[in-house]
């Protein structure tokens, strides 16, 4: 007979829980990790490369923004893929451009943090997300409009 935990995960209710604690996870972490940037601002602004017009000042402003609206957007699961995607893509261009050849004790964090944007981005959001909410908000609006279509269409017959 089993139990009811090995009954639970088989009803796949396992798999949202999972998917908000990677959501939840990974958004604290790049939550923290911007709060700390922030903090070290004058010692970390020199690694940050200008791009034309745009002071490393600018760079790291921007950066360190797109990141922490990712990061809250994860944690209410609003926009997940887009979110995750970005940040996904963040995390490709640290690994390509500023940490190249640097070996793979280096960056291995990177590569961990990055298979978990990746598996939002494939997974979304979940059942637990703003995403889910909207979205049956959205499917209860459609039906409730579909049923009075069909009310119309009976009553003009």
């Given at each position: 007979m089993e139990n009811k935990l090995q009954t639970w995960f088989k009803s796949h209710k396992g798999a949202d829980w999972a998917i908000l604690y990677?959501?939840?996870f990974i958004g604290t972490i790049i939550l923290l990790h911007n709060?700390?940037?922030?903090q070290a601002y004058n010692e970390i602004i020199n690694y940050y490369p200008s791009w034309g017009i745009f002071g490393s000042a600018f760079i790291f402003v921007a950066i360190a923004t797109i990141e922490v609206l990712c990061a809250i957007s994860l944690m209410l699961g609003y926009k997940v893929r887009l979110s995750?995607?970005?940040?996904?893509?963040?995390?490709?261009?640290?690994?390509?451009?500023?940490?190249?050849?640097?070996?793979?004790?280096?960056?291995?964090?990177l590569f961990v943090y990055l298979g978990i944007q990746v598996?939002?981005?494939?997974?979304g959001?979940?059942?637990?997300?703003?995403?889910?909410?909207?979205s049956a908000k959205r499917a209860?609006?459609?039906?409730?409009?579909?049923?009075?279509r069909r009310i119309e269409d009976s009553t003009k017959k």
């Open positions: 990677l959501r939840l709060v700390g940037k922030m995750a995607a970005i940040m996904a893509a963040s995390l490709l261009i640290s690994l390509l451009f500023l940490f190249p050849g640097k070996g793979f004790g280096t960056s291995e964090l598996a939002l981005v494939i997974s959001g979940g059942v637990y997300s703003l995403d889910a909410l909207a209860k609006s459609q039906r409730t409009r579909n049923s009075s």
